[in-house]
């Protein structure tokens, strides 16, 4: 199967800044893909030449099989982008605002189901300006969903949103990888890409410097793991490659544990690894 994404030995650079230095991915159809970094790492400006709205300096990309550089009308309506603030049409409502998106396309959503779906159903009938910061931020995403795209790129989507608001977010995100869509997602919270992303990318100086799954990415599945507990001689933790060894062990010689945990590396313990080594 030919993939959704394809990108080899992608190089993009303003002046002397190499803001996408050598980057290789490959998405399949239907996986959600996280990019993360920190500020500058080049995730805006890969993701930017995905949509087809940055020229490239070399590489190879197909996005959907066909060149995001050259690519023309029909391909730009099969992909859903998620822009930071899509509208500032600020005297429409938000429901002429989705019905006015989905003219652009062929096929779009049903307009009222989008607008539910992003839990923007109260405000259908209120004036974009009259929102609060998190309802833009929804009315963004239903502006790119209204398409019926294959693929959704989401440029730090959730940034403003409380904690239910990103919750109900996910589970639209969730929803739409449960439907066959692809989604190409960029973000700064671990703990979404962990919640959302099947596999992960993190770049760093317009590298990649890891792949993989949430739970296996640098290694961490393989990492010592930290086994603390307390006993009659006080706190203890140990570092150890077999935990349920140590455990065993300290059960056979009678040892009285409370408040037992074994702990792996965090996310965000990896993460911060990798953009340190890469720094
Ligand atoms: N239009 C531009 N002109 C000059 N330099 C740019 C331009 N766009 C990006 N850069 C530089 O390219 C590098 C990568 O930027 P990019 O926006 O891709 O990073 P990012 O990973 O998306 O960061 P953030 O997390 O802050 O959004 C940075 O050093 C940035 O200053």
């Not at 993989?212 to 140990?238: F, I, M, N, Y």
């Amino acid at each position: 199967m030919t993939p959704t994404i394809s990108v080899r030995g992608l190089r993009k650079s303003y002046r002397d800044v190499h803001a996408v230095d050598g980057v290789n991915l490959t998405i399949d159809q239907g996986e959600v893909f996280a990019l993360l970094g920190p500020n500058g790492a080049g995730k805006t400006t890969t993701v930017e030449i995905l949509e087809g709205h940055r020229r490239r300096d070399a590489g190879e990309v197909a996005v959907l099989g066909d060149d995001p550089g050259t690519a023309g009308r029909v391909w730009r309506s099969r992909i859903g982008i998620v822009l930071q603030t899509a509208t500032d049409a600020a005297e429409l409502t938000v429901a002429e605002t989705v019905r006015h998106f989905a003219t652009y396309y062929p096929n779009p959503s049903n307009v009222d189901d989008v607008i539910d779906a992003c839990g923007l159903t109260e405000k259908a009938g209120s004036r974009i300006r009259s929102l609060s910061g998190g309802q833009r931020r929804r009315l963004d995403v239903a502006l790119g969903i209204v398409g019926n795209p294959e693929l959704v790129f989401l440029d730090e989507p959730t940034t403003g949103f409380d904690p239910e608001a990103r919750r109900q977010f996910w589970a639209l995100v969730e929803k739409l990888a449960a439907d066959g869509t692809t989604i190409l997602l960029t973000t700064h919270y671990l703990d979404e890409a962990e919640a959302l992303a099947g596999r992960l990318a993190v770049i760093a100086r317009g590298r990649i410097v890891a792949e993989g799954k949430p739970s296996t990415l640098g290694g961490r599945a393989s990492a010592d793991a930290v086994v603390s507990w307390t006993d009659e001689t006080g706190p203890h933790e140990v570092d150890t490659a077999d935990p349920q060894r140590v455990i065993a062990d300290l059960s056979a010689r009678g040892v009285v544990m409370s408040g037992l945990r074994v702990s792996r590396p965090t996310l965000e313990e990896i993460y911060l690894d990798l953009i340190g080594d890469a720094a």
